[in-house]
């Protein structure tokens, strides 16, 4: 067995070695290719190409070195202006390709077109925003009056596509959660992360002030006052005041303490598919926030 396995060997491999010095083979390799364009003006946003599908005819050993790509250089495509085209197509170098790959022939290409996604690169100028989402803030405080962010606005650099996703502005994190303080420091501003490899900044901090306000928790037992009730329209429930709750700058404390309110009932104002009626607030103010009225809603009665 041994020796008819060492047979079949020989043969196989002088069979294959013959075959290979044999021309006239048709194969299909992927081959090759870069391509080049002014990096100082120009920007590649998406992964470029870097081989293209042909079909070639030639001898054995050669198309072995072409299909396992055997100190084979790539193919070189130069681009003038790729920001005003996403495509070449394959005819458009099928000519100087050929060229390349003697001594091979080329029989045909298998790409129909080479796909690319190339952008000028320009300078902007985009605003700088804090992002005060989520739970920045301390619950009951609140930022007051404007924040001031300076320089107002940083010099970015890179690919127009990639500049216009950030629609003109850039969010920078606080790097504090539940602030219940005023706030006057630099903060370092980075590009977000998906976009960092395609864009640059000059600016590497901004300065961030601004001033916080306490919201504090407050309450006021109000009396009711029910206004165009007809005679033989009353309340299921017949209560003389209504517990007001609400939140108010602490600043603000003062201005209430010369207001007087009451609890209005409008019957003009009934929800008539119910039956009900809602507690408004007399006079509105807005020094007052999340205001809330228990009960808020009372339903009337027929006799």
């Not at 458009?92 to 000028?120: C, G, H, Q, Y």
């Not at 405080?141 to 010099?155: D, L």
């Not at 009900?276 to 228990?294: A, H, W």
Request: with cysteine.
């Amino acid at each position: 067995m041994k020796v008819v396995a060492l047979c079949f060997l020989a043969a196989s491999t002088f069979w294959f070695l013959n075959a290979l010095n044999k021309d006239n083979y048709n194969t299909v390799v992927d081959y090759p290719i870069e391509i080049i364009f002014d990096k100082e003006e120009f920007m590649a946003v998406e992964k470029l190409p870097s081989k293209v599908k042909i079909e070639i005819n030639g001898n054995g050993w050669d198309l072995l070195r072409k299909y396992f790509n055997v100190n084979e250089s790539p193919f070189v495509i130069e681009i003038n202006n790729p920001a005003n085209k996403n495509h070449i197509l394959a005819s458009e170098i099928r000519r100087s390709l050929a060229e390349n790959i003697s001594p091979t022939t080329l029989v045909s290409m298998v790409t129909d077109s080479i796909k690319f996604n190339i952008d000028k690169i320009v300078t902007r100028k985009v605003k700088v925003e804090a992002d005060t989402t989520g739970n920045v803030i301390a619950k009951n405080h609140r930022i007051q009056g404007e924040i001031e962010i300076q320089p107002a606005t940083v010099t970015v650099k890179g690919p127009t596509s990639i500049l216009d996703k950030l629609e003109g502005s850039l969010h920078i994190k606080l790097g504090e959660d539940k602030i219940n303080k005023s706030i006057d420091k630099f903060i370092p501003i980075t590009i977000p992360s998906e976009w960092e490899e395609f864009l640059s900044m000059e600016e590497e901090s901004v300065q961030v002030k601004f001033n916080i306000v306490q919201l504090l928790e407050g309450n006021k037992r109000l009396k009711i006052n029910k206004i165009n009730f007809p005679e033989n329209v009353t309340l299921v429930q017949e209560p003389n005041n209504v517990m007001m709750y609400y939140l108010i700058e602490e600043p603000k404390i003062e201005q209430l303490k010369q207001m007087e309110f009451e609890a209005i009932l409008n019957y003009s104002n009934r929800d008539k598919e119910d039956s009900t009626i809602s507690i408004t607030l007399s006079p509105r103010t807005s020094i007052l926030e999340n205001i809330r009225f228990e009960p808020s809603i009372f339903r009337l009665k027929y006799e």
